[in-house]
């Protein structure tokens, strides 16, 4: 059984630019949440994919949009980067409904 | 966003010692959860909690349900070295798989 795999583990943009992070869910799970976790903070939840539809959003700006694809594997989006974007991103998988997540390690994004 | 009041917010301690923990909120939650997380890592799951009053354990690790429905603690006992790192608890409304979670404790524990 393989688990939450991210890519890329760091990624460094400047200021007004776009990023594309990507995430494998867990095999067997079907729905996809992403989580923005800045320096010193707990996890704060951006949206969640399922059935390849955003299912639930967070207090987060529409430059963050998501994808999920038929294999579950999903892809986070944001447009015009701000410094205040950087953080570590965090992909979670789970089955329909369930609050047990499961994490992967993030992705680490710095924006200049 | 929201986000729970952990205490302590870090703490040291010594090997073997326990270690107290909890969480507050000022919302009530269907399912509390605890996770801890190593540098370069996510969180990894600890312990879920579905019933007010629940007390469950995993090893040497106690969590409560808080009866209000506003808290949790958590307890570890008899600390070992890879007992560090961050705690978080999180709270689940049941609503799209969306977990609030706290500030954080961090552990430190020396030798």
């Known amino acids: 059984e393989t688990g939450v795999t991210q890519s890329p583990t760091h990624l460094i943009k400047t200021r007004g630019q776009q990023v594309t992070l990507r995430c494998s869910s867990q095999?067997?799970?079907?729905?996809v949440s992403w989580y923005q976790q800045a320096l010193g903070q707990g996890p704060q939840f951006i949206f969640q994919?399922?059935?390849?539809?955003?299912?639930g959003r967070g207090n987060f700006p529409p430059r963050f949009s998501g994808l999920q694809f038929p294999n579950y594997s999903s892809e986070l989006n944001v447009n015009a980067l701000e410094l205040d974007d950087s953080a570590l991103y965090l992909c979670a998988s789970s089955w329909t409904g369930s609050e047990k997540l499961f994490f992967g390690s993030g992705t680490q994004l710095s924006v200049l | 966003g929201q986000q729970l009041n952990q205490s302590p917010q870090s703490m040291f301690i010594q090997e073997g010692e326990d270690v107290s923990m909890n969480c507050t909120s000022s919302?009530?939650?269907?399912?509390w959860l605890w996770y801890k997380q190593d540098p370069g890592e996510g969180p990894v799951l600890l312990i879920a909690l579905y019933k007010a009053g629940e007390l469950t354990s995993n090893g040497r690790l106690t969590a409560q349900f808080g009866i209000t429905r506003k808290d949790s603690f958590l307890n570890i006992s008899a600390s070992i070295p890879s007992d560090v790192g961050i705690y978080f608890c999180a709270g689940y409304t049941g609503t799209a798989s969306k977990l609030t979670f706290g500030t954080g404790t961090r552990l430190q524990v020396t030798l």
């Open positions: 994919y399922y059935r390849e539809e955003e299912n």
């Open positions: 095999s067997g799970h079907n729905t």
């Open positions: 919302s009530i939650f269907n399912t």
